[in-house]
């Protein structure tokens, strides 16, 4: 057998070739077709384990005419892409928002191998519950996991750390428990981590002192106990760091002062001893400063009068001494002054006297003293709402002149020396 003419074999070869061409391209489009419709078909299959009736997902149906098997892909079209709260790049499922759907039962039977492309999970706001499943760390694609206000429980799986890509970690409001894993360390891309408002235990690993790009930390109102790592400090982009309401100890690390893009500092409600780090000066973006509910002594750094941006400072609840800094209001933008139950003395310093940007001033439950004539009254921060004097060793009158206070709602100066 042989071919003849050139012009033949040339025709014969552009045939095959367009066949080859046409071939390629069905099943390139048979093959994101399957894809989809495998996605479609597991997807719904795990909706009908719990969540069969949720009115949200009444779109999630396969197609066409009701058909409901995977097996028939060629003649399948069911595609995933136009169900609510899925979003698809080329065919294939990359979001999938589900926040607030009345979503109940487990993520056990969650198609998490089936789902290859997806980015994106947020089922918050639901009333999922059991363990976060550790399958879920087969989704090495993931970027944003989103599972906050939900009823999950137990630990946190070891193998999230294996979420290499993963951007942002929302498990805040579970009652998850035991300790955070050190492997959270290997999500080098993490930059927002909220955990607050779970039943965690143990200490903070000091493996988040790898996590250069986090910007965002939450752990407030856990039971995390032990020191507050040194290696945060590490962490030259964060702008946000609670700590609030665990059972943290030892001193804060005055290396916490290289934070230089911390906005808010909040570390109340602890068992944090020793005295402020004079370094905190040094937090230069600073606006928030809490550190009330602890067991800090020693007096206020001057140096914190160098917080330009500071608008909140909260010490309350310590057992802090000395004398309040001269210039604790020399930014001019102080807002909120919560000093009280410490053991503060001296008087109150002429610098805050006219603090004109003061809204709340609690100086109660010290030793301060002072005549009361002296203080304000002359020139009062129209911004004035609250000031709260009690339990203190003020002494003299007082003055008419705290009747021009516009805006003052609560003046309070029971236990004191002092004449009305
Ligand atoms: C789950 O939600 C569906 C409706 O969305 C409801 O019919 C079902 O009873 C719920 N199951 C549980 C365990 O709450
Ligand atoms: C698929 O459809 C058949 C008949 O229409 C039905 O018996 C079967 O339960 C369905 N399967 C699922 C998973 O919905
Ligand atoms: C697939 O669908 C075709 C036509 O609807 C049908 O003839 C065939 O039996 C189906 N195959 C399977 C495995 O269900
Ligand atoms: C979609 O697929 C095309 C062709 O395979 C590819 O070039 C493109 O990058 C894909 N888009 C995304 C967002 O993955
Ligand atoms: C997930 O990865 C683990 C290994 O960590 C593997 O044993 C398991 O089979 C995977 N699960 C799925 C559903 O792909
Ligand atoms: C912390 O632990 C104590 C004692 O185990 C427990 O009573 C308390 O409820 C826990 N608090 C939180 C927020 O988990
Ligand atoms: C913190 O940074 C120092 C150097 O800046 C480095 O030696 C150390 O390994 C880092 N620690 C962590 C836990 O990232
Ligand atoms: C910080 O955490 C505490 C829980 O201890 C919470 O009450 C507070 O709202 C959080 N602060 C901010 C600003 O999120
Ligand atoms: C808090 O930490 C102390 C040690 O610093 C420990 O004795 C105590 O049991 C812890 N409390 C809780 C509730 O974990
Ligand atoms: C961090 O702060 C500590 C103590 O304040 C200081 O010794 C250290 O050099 C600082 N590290 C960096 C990287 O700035
Ligand atoms: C910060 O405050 C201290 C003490 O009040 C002062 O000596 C120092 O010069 C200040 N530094 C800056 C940068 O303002
Ligand atoms: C505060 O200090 C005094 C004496 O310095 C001590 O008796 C008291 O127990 C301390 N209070 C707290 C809450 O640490």
């Known amino acids: 057998m042989m071919v003849f003419v050139p012009v033949g074999k040339a025709s014969l070869f552009i045939v095959v070739h367009l066949v080859l061409v046409l071939l390629t391209i069905f099943f390139s489009f048979l093959g994101s077709a399957s894809a989809s419709a495998e996605e479609a078909a597991a997807l719904f299959k795990w909706k009908s384990f719990s969540n069969r009736g949720n009115p949200m997902l009444t779109s999630w149906i396969l197609q066409p005419n009701g058909a409901n098997s995977s097996n028939n892909i060629s003649k399948d079209i069911a595609s995933p892409c136009n169900w609510y709260g899925v979003t698809c790049i080329n065919g294939s499922v990359n979001k999938l928002n589900l926040q607030e759907s009345s979503m109940n039962g487990t993520l056990y039977n969650f198609p998490f191998s089936s789902l290859p492309n997806l980015e994106y999970l947020d089922m918050s706001l639901n009333k999922l519950s059991g363990s976060i499943p550790p399958q879920i760390s087969n989704h090495s694609k993931l970027i944003d996991l989103h599972l906050q206000g939900n009823e999950f429980s137990n630990e946190i799986p070891h193998e999230i750390g294996r979420l290499k890509n993963l951007q942002t970690l929302y498990l805040h409001f579970n009652s998850l428990t035991g300790s955070i894993p050190e492997e959270i360390g290997q999500l ?95 937090l230069m973006a600073l606006d928030r400063l809490t550190v009330s509910d602890n067991l800090l002594t020693g007096s206020i750094p001057p140096t914190l009068c160098n917080l330009s941006h500071l608008e909140y400072l909260y010490l309350d609840g310590n057992n802090l ?18 000093v009280r139950h410490n053991m503060f003395t001296g008087p109150i310093p002429r610098g805050l006297n006219n603090c004109s940007s003061l809204q709340r001033a609690s100086f109660s439950r010290n030793q301060f003293t002072g005549k009361l004539s002296e203080m304000f009254g002359v020139f009062c921060p129209k911004t004035l709402e609250l000031m709260d004097l009690s339990n203190n060793n003020f002494y003299g009158e007082l003055s008419a002149n705290w009747g021009r206070c516009q805006n003052l709602i609560t003046l309070r100066i029971a236990q004191n020396n002092i004449s009305v």
């Open 188 to 282: 080098r891309f993490l930059s927002e981590l909220d955990m607050s408002f779970n039943n965690l235990r143990g200490p903070i690993p000091s493996e988040l002192g790898y996590l250069y790009n986090l910007e965002y930390v939450d752990m407030g109102y856990n039971n995390l106990s032990g020191p507050i790592p040194p290696e945060i400090s590490n962490l030259t982009s964060l702008d946000f760091l609670n700590l609030s309401g665990n059972n943290l100890s030892g001193l804060i690390p005055p290396s916490l002062g290289n934070l230089s893009n911390l906005f808010n500092l909040l570390l109340g409600r602890n068992q944090l001893s020793g005295s402020i780090p004079k370094e905190l000066g040094n």
């Open 321 to 338: 001494s000395g004398h309040l800094p001269q210039g604790l209001c020399q930014s001019g933008v102080l807002n909120f002054l919560v």
